[in-house]
């Protein structure tokens, strides 16, 4: 892994921000490899496994909500729900409610891989946080929330804007 040192001749509030965003952003990253790289012993992505951890833990869920709760695009979803699908992993059926929807949920393969994998899941995750103590785990935690909620309340406070970004390439 290349390590940059922050040369960022801005002021120093701009410095440290900058340098806490990519430590935040290279730890995240290590933590995230090291985590799940016994996934692929099951012939699951990063992603795969979200979706199956996040039926099982929260049952059926329409496409929309499950990419809101594993942090991905809609879009990149669809694959990984087809492949899933086509693995026998999960099932897509209409809600009975609302026929627009569709809501996936585990088959009973997907819900025995899962079982067999989630341990072992955890205790990567658990070794991966390993060199926190306690104390330090607390404080990531505590500090983890602040940022993510304070980020949240920007997003939701800004104003929404109609336009669509100009591509550099089209000239559109």
Same mark, same amino acid.
């Given at each position: 892994?290349?390590?940059?040192?922050?040369?960022?001749?801005?002021?120093?509030?701009?410095?440290?921000?900058?340098?806490?965003?990519?430590?935040?952003?290279? $730890?995240?990253?290590?933590?995230?490899?090291? *985590?799940? @790289?016994? %996934? &692929?012993?099951?012939? !699951?992505?990063? =992603?795969?496994?979200?979706?199956?951890? $996040?039926?099982?833990?929260?049952?059926?869920? *329409?496409? @929309?909500? %499950? &990419?809101?709760?594993? !942090?991905?695009? =809609?879009?990149?979803?669809?694959?990984?729900?087809?492949?899933?699908?086509?693995?026998?992993?999960? @099932?897509?059926?209409?809600?009975?409610?609302?026929?627009?929807?569709?809501?996936?949920?585990?088959?009973?393969?997907?819900?025995?891989?899962?079982?067999?994998?989630?341990?072992?899941?955890?205790?990567?995750?658990?070794?991966?946080?390993?060199?926190?103590?306690?104390?330090?785990?607390?404080?990531?935690?505590?500090?983890?929330?602040?940022?993510?909620?304070?980020?949240?309340?920007?997003?939701?406070?800004?104003?929404?804007?109609?336009?669509?970004?100009?591509?550099?390439?089209?000239?559109?």
């Amino acid at each position: 892994m290349c390590f940059m040192p922050n040369r960022y001749a801005g002021s120093p509030e701009d410095r440290a921000a900058l340098d806490a965003y990519i430590k935040l952003w290279r $730890a995240s990253h290590a933590v995230e490899a090291a *985590s799940n @790289r016994h %996934l &692929a012993a099951h012939n !699951l992505t990063i =992603s795969q496994f979200g979706v199956i951890e $996040a039926l099982y833990h929260l049952g059926p869920l *329409s496409q @929309r909500v %499950l &990419a809101e709760k594993i !942090l991905r695009s =809609s879009g990149n979803l669809t694959m990984v729900i087809d492949n899933l699908e086509r693995d026998g992993l999960v @099932r897509r059926d209409r809600d009975e409610v609302d026929r627009r929807i569709m809501r996936v949920s585990l088959t009973p393969d997907g819900e025995a891989l899962v079982g067999r994998v989630l341990p072992t899941h955890v205790s990567g995750i658990r070794e991966a946080f390993s060199v926190l103590t306690a104390e330090e785990l607390a404080e990531l935690t505590r500090l983890s929330k602040k940022l993510g909620l304070g980020m949240r309340q920007r997003e939701e406070a800004a104003p929404v804007t109609t336009g669509r970004r100009r591509s550099a390439r089209s000239g559109a």
